[in-house]
């Protein structure tokens, strides 16, 4: 809520991670300290390649995972206070785990589609939730321009206001729970849409794939021994909907918030055991176990359907479903050869170069 790009009085950009931000993936270091390098599983010293760490580019995720490296291999950093690690990264308009798909065209159909014809349930929390309180907030605001109001947005805003004590507009920060569990809802919609099976190959599924080749290599004899992935909120999310739990089932995840995935074998079986935030989770597509753990069998049948086989022809859109869609956007065009042709070719273009780019 300032108007400044800079908050001087910290001396960082904002949105950017601060030291309280930091200090909480020490934390999150030292618990896995003690979780995997305590009982032995991993060497105190840190070792690429048994470790592998992944981020996407933006400054703040960058440095919660060097903050989080830092506590968690502690022996590794005291005798010169510095070493330079690998973290690998993707450009920002294109990380799964930003889940930023540009170039593929089924995921660019999907959402005009969505905007042209949400499920009744979206377009009736829209209605009744959103459009009242983006009216609310505009006018708190002092802004006319009710449209242009993010709730994703706002959320982000109140979240580090509140965080680092800084003042509110009047009224605002009683909007805070409103408003984080109507932009929750809000952020589901799309990977629900038109329905999480259909969406997750060119959305959350191709990360879910990077999560599954790990496992799979570390079955089959590979050196990697744990995998760091650094991303979002909207990404946890997405992931936990994948998974199958009800939207409105799923909690905001908080800052500096930890999925673990733990691939253990017992009498040549292999098990995946589910942790959110240090607790055992059940999987809702698996059988339930006091230990919480689900048959890598059953995980792979789950994520199978979920994952990408062959993006190239999984981002195709089809002339018919083109055809239909610019009927929904120009339902008196005059011209409709033309404007068609002119359509058609730029999103045939757009599939062209997600094919090469991923391929």
Not at 19 to 43: C, D, P, T, V, W
Request: include cysteine; hydrophobic fraction near 35%; aromatic fraction near 12%.
């Amino acid at each position: 809520f300032q108007d400044d790009e800079r908050l001087d009085a910290k001396g960082c950009y904002v949105g950017q991670l601060t030291e309280k931000g930091f200090n909480q993936h020490r934390l999150n270091g030292e618990a896995l300290n003690r979780m995997y390098i305590q009982i032995g599983f991993l060497s105190e010293k840190l070792d690429q390649s048994k470790v592998y760490l992944r981020s996407d580019i933006k400054p703040r995720v960058l440095q919660s995972i060097q903050s989080l490296t830092l506590a968690m291999f502690p022996g590794s950093f005291q005798e010169n206070g510095s070493q330079i690690i690998d973290i690998d990264v993707v450009e920002y308009e294109i990380d799964p785990i930003a889940l930023h798909f540009p170039n593929c065209s089924r995921h660019e159909y999907l959402n005009k589609l969505r905007t042209l014809l949400p499920s009744e349930e979206e377009a009736a929390w829209k209605k009744e939730v959103k459009i009242p309180m983006q009216r609310k907030i505009a006018n708190l605001l002092n802004t006319t321009s009710w449209r242009d109001v993010s709730l994703g947005v706002q959320f982000d805003c109140m979240v580090e206001h509140i965080c680092n004590e800084y003042s509110m507009p009047e009224g605002i920060g009683d909007l805070y729970m409103e408003t984080s569990e109507a932009w929750l809802l809000e952020s589901t919609f799309e990977g629900r849409y038109p329905s999480i099976q259909e969406r997750a190959p060119i959305h959350v599924g191709t990360l879910l794939k990077n999560f599954y080749d790990g496992w799979k290599r570390a079955i089959e004899g590979g050196e990697s021994r744990i995998s760091i992935f650094s991303g979002h909120d909207s990404t946890v999310i997405y992931v936990l909907l994948a998974l199958g739990y009800p939207a409105t089932e799923i909690m905001w995840p908080k800052y500096a918030s930890v999925l673990n995935w733990e691939l253990l074998e017992m009498n040549g079986e292999h098990w995946i055991r589910f942790i959110h935030d240090y607790g055992v989770v059940r999987l809702p597509f698996c059988e339930d176990r006091l230990d919480g753990l689900c048959s890598f069998d059953t995980v792979e049948k789950h994520f199978k359907k979920l994952m990408p086989t062959n993006l190239k022809q999984q981002c195709e859109v089809t002339k018919e479903e083109l055809d239909f869609l610019y009927q929904l956007e120009h339902p008196h065009d005059n011209d409709a050869n033309f404007s068609r042709n002119v359509y058609y070719n730029r999103m045939v273009s757009m599939t062209y170069v997600l094919c090469i780019f991923v391929s």
